[in-house]
């Protein structure tokens, strides 16, 4: 396994107590395997991504659990170490290009820099490499736009210029937070088709995080559906989509509009998450769920099963 | 008669430099055409869908509808009474030191009618206690509802909607898209629908206008552009779309970018990333024909 995540806690303290962000989150990712994790606003997927890459903001800190990146456990590591780690091992690409580019730097200049920081070449072997890197990300006569600085690319080839960046040092585990998100749709899939090459060609282990199921079902080969700080179903893309297990994946899955031919009505799932001061006892779906019974109310579900799993008491073997 | 037409509407913006670095540079005036030429019809009770990416000018077309720009040239014939938008942001869209009863009271202070603001309330999803709270107390699908409220209020016939679920997770824009439908089977409202978002379209609309770089590429009934898109813009966008349904079939994979629509590129603005583009659509603008402005179509090429 590239990423192990177990049994991940997150607490932010407050003047009101504790409100735990992340909890008992578990996830793995294979080599060359693109893992997407899909929710909605306040899910906690981007801040499972943060913790991963111990960029965590103040005062939100790690209460338990364990982060493994190919047999080293990295939670815990000093700043100075962990800073060395992301960039070299770990690339990170966040969904408005704009906050990860130096807008006073060309983009020559901020590759050849990322290159020099994480290996051991020379100035003119970075140029080669940063110039190769360009190519291989899709940026047209990458010789011609070396010296070019941020604005002058559009929003998709920014987003190109992020990536790039993010295996500049060849990275066993790319974190990819809404890479999408911002852009056209037509854009979008070039993308999408860029980071699955990605994982197909150089092995990269990705994890997509978006709350669009639809680029998931494009690029990922498993999901993990994120409620309430918790995962509450993981399973190969195609049967998540498919046949969800959890009352809250079949909801979401229903309530995503599709093209069709007809006006349909949406599924609807009543009501809204809870905040993280507001976690209900019990399932945190219960109160929104249609199949909730009395286990529900009373007793938290953990993932249940091994490939396929859903926290769902629906699906307990009794 | 259609409720609204637009007849050969077009609409620049000025984005040159300030007047002095221009004479100091010698540069002349630089024009932004973001909507080019665009005629279209709604009808009463329909939803017409435009679609379209980012600088295709749909939002604009939004605001010429409802009067917030006026046109370059061509006309805006309204034959209702009223109209009403809603936004996409539904933060910026509500003042924050109103309360929701004042919020939704407003087009009714100006319009000096008395509407029962619990019952638009109600009729939004909200309940009747909400009109004394503030808007910080709502989650965004709520705070779209309460725009939803205000534009009732107002006894729109047509309600101009800009995106208005963009900003929303899916699960509530589901509540919101239902809602909508709901309220137009209930109250006959006219919809003029702008979304980037083909599946969204394809759940509300009756017709969609495809637009693209200020010019409206394709228009047709909804069935018809999502069952046979006919305009190769059309069909790209629509191999686009993820494949939730994960049906394999087989798509083209999507290239190129928008041009810079300073210096839109000459003849069908399409052309630098059409795969059937020959020398006509290099040098001559296609006009919509049957619905659909591609001199590829035109000629039985496609």
């Known amino acids: ?318 | 008669m259609p409720l609204l037409s637009l007849r050969a509407v077009s609409r620049d913006f000025d984005v040159s430099r300030p007047l002095l670095d221009r004479v100091l540079d010698g540069e002349p005036r630089r024009m932004l055409r973001a909507v080019d030429d665009v005629d279209l019809e709604v009808n009463p009770g329909e939803t017409l869908a435009l679609v379209g990416e980012s600088g295709s000018g749909k939002s604009t077309v939004a605001r010429l509808i409802v009067g917030l720009y006026a046109p370059t040239s061509g006309s805006v014939t309204f034959s209702g009474r009223r109209m009403q938008m809603i936004f996409q942001d539904p933060y910026a869209s509500l003042n924050p030191r109103w309360r929701v009863r004042d919020i939704v009271a407003e087009p009714m202070r100006i319009l000096q009618t008395r509407k029962d603001v619990a019952e638009l309330l109600r009729q939004v999803g909200l309940s009747p206690e909400d009109a004394e709270r503030y808007p910080h107390e709502f989650s965004g699908g709520q705070r779209q509802r309460i725009s939803i409220a205000r534009a009732l209020a107002g006894e729109p016939d047509l309600l101009v909607c800009d995106e208005p679920t963009s900003a929303l997770d899916v699960s509530v824009q589901a509540q919101i898209l239902n809602l909508m439908t709901e309220l137009q089977r209930r109250l006959g409202l006219t919809y003029v629908f702008i979304s980037h978002n083909l599946a969204v379209v394809s759940q509300v609309a009756d017709r969609v206008g495809v637009m693209y770089l200020g010019r409206i590429v394709e228009i047709s009934p909804a069935a018809e552009i999502f069952s046979r898109p006919r305009h190769p813009y059309t069909r790209m966008l629509l191999d686009a779309v993820p494949d939730l349904e994960l049906s394999g079939r087989p798509r083209t994979p999507v290239a190129g970018e928008v041009p810079n629509p300073l210096s839109p590129p000459p003849g069908c603005v399409f052309h630098p990333r059409c795969p059937h583009a020959n020398e006509r659509c290099r040098t001559e603008k296609p006009q919509l024909l049957r619905n659909v402005a591609c001199h590829a179509v035109a000629e039985g090429r496609i």
């Open chain 1, 1 to 318: 396994m590239t990423l192990e995540v177990k049994n991940l806690k997150v607490e932010f303290p407050s003047r009101r107590g504790t409100l735990t962000a992340l909890d008992g989150v578990s996830l793995s990712i294979a080599r060359g395997e693109v893992l997407g994790v899909v929710g909605e606003s306040g899910a906690g997927k981007s801040l499972t991504g943060l913790s991963i890459i111990g960029l965590l903001e103040p005062p939100g800190r790690i209460a338990g659990g364990e982060v493994w990146l190919e047999g080293k456990r990295i939670d815990g590591l000093p700043p100075e170490e962990m800073r060395r780690v992301r960039g070299r091992r770990i690339g990170v690409v966040f969904q408005d290009p704009l906050t990860s580019l130096n807008p006073l730097y060309t983009i020559g200049q901020q590759l050849e820099e990322t290159i020099l920081t994480h290996l051991p070449l020379g100035k003119s072997a970075a140029r080669e490499r940063a110039l190769s890197l360009l190519a291989e990300v899709g940026i047209p006569a990458p010789e011609a736009r070396y010296d070019n600085y941020p604005h002058q690319f559009s929003g998709g080839m920014r987003q190109r210029v992020v990536i790039a960046l993010a295996i500049a040092a060849e990275p066993v585990l790319l974190i990819a937070d809404e890479p999408t998100t911002a852009l056209d749709v037509s854009i979008q899939a070039q993308i999408i088709e860029l980071l699955k090459r990605l994982a197909r060609e150089r092995g990269t282990a990705v994890m997509l995080i978006t709350h669009d199921m639809g680029v998931i079902a494009e690029t990922s080969q498993r999901v993990a559906v994120m409620y309430a700080g918790r995962i509450v179903e993981v399973g190969p893309v195609r049967e998540v989509i498919k046949s969800p297990l959890h009352p809250y994946t079949v909801g979401l899955m229903g309530s995503i509009p599709k093209i069709s031919m007809s006006r349909t009505r949406l599924v609807q799932i009543d009501g809204a998450m809870p905040r993280l001061n507001a976690i209900p006892a019990g399932c945190a779906f219960n109160p929104r769920c249609p199949k909730r019974f009395a286990r529900c109310i009373e007793e938290r579900p953990d993932l249940i099963g091994a490939a396929r799993s859903s926290a769902c008491w629906l699906h307990a073997a009794s």
